[in-house]
T-cell receptor, first 113, second 114 residues
Framework: AQSVTQLDSHVSVSEGTPVLLRCNYS??????LFWYVQHPNKGLQLLLK??????LVKGINGFEAEFKKSETSFHLTKPSAHMSDAAEYFC???????????FGTGTRLTIIP | GAGVSQSPSNKVTEKGKDVELRCDPI?????LYWYRQRLGQGLEFLIY????????KSGLPSDRFSAERTGESVSTLTIQRTQQEDSAVYLC????????????FGQGTRLTVV
């Protein structure tokens, strides 16, 4: 079985300050991990994915995430928030060939001007 | 096709009516998912098709909900005797189920039950 927990339902940061969105996972197998972003009234877009080639994964729009097996975490970060980053972010876990992709409940990111 | 296509994009129906939502996955994608997203909420898993395996229907909220998929192509999600709480955006996604492949999402069908 697998599961994913997004530790914060809502995060607010000021423009120009760092962003941290937390995600912990549980998986019986070597996991595939993803972050998706959903802007208001828009579809879901892949932000980045963990492919096991490197533990630090870089995505679009300056976001990156670090896979930490010992902590079963895949937190999403960005050094400096921009107003356009305001959106809902979903952490997703999957396992090769075995199980469906499992979505976290989402973190709503608000950027304060 | 180039992406996951869902139709209709919007559907308004009267309470008690049946509705059918359609999803055309990306060609060659063996896995197909349906999710429901209520206003301001996260994604709620409904059903998962993987190739020729029996579908995972564990997320269907009631027996009014059903889904079919023909081979590795089109899927339809049917909601019978719609209720107001069924109002939501219904999202379809597909992927190839190879290692580390992401799911590709359609734009969704916004269902409003009045």
């Amino acid at each position: 079985a697998q599961s994913v927990t997004q530790l914060d339902s809502h995060v607010s940061v000021s423009e120009g300050t760092p962003v941290l969105l937390r995600c912990n996972y549980s998986s019986s197998y070597s996991p595939s991990l993803f972050w998706y972003v959903q802007h208001p009234n828009k579809g879901l877009q892949l932000l980045l994915k963990y492919t096991s080639a490197a533990t630090l994964v870089k995505g679009i729009n300056g976001f990156e995430a670090e896979f930490k097996k010992s902590e079963t975490s895949f937190h999403l970060t960005k050094p400096s928030a921009h107003m356009s980053d305001a959106a809902e972010y979903f952490c997703v876990v999957g396992s090769f060939g075995n199980e469906k992709l499992t979505f976290g409940t989402g973190t709503r990111l608000t950027i304060i001007p | 096709g180039a992406g996951v296509s869902q139709s209709p994009s919007n559907k308004v129906t009267e309470k008690g009516k049946d509705v059918e939502l359609r999803c055309d996955p990306i060609s060659g994608h063996t896995a197909l998912y349906w999710y429901r997203q209520r206003l301001g909420q996260g994604l709620e898993f409904l059903i998962y098709f993987q190739g020729n395996s029996a579908p995972d229907k564990s997320g269907l909220p009631s027996d009014r909900f059903s889904a079919e998929r023909t081979g590795e192509s089109v899927s339809t999600l049917t909601i019978q005797r719609t209720q107001q709480e069924d109002s939501a955006v219904y999202l379809c996604a597909s992927n190839t189920m190879t290692v580390n492949t992401e799911a590709f999402f359609g734009q969704g069908t916004r269902l409003t039950v009045v």
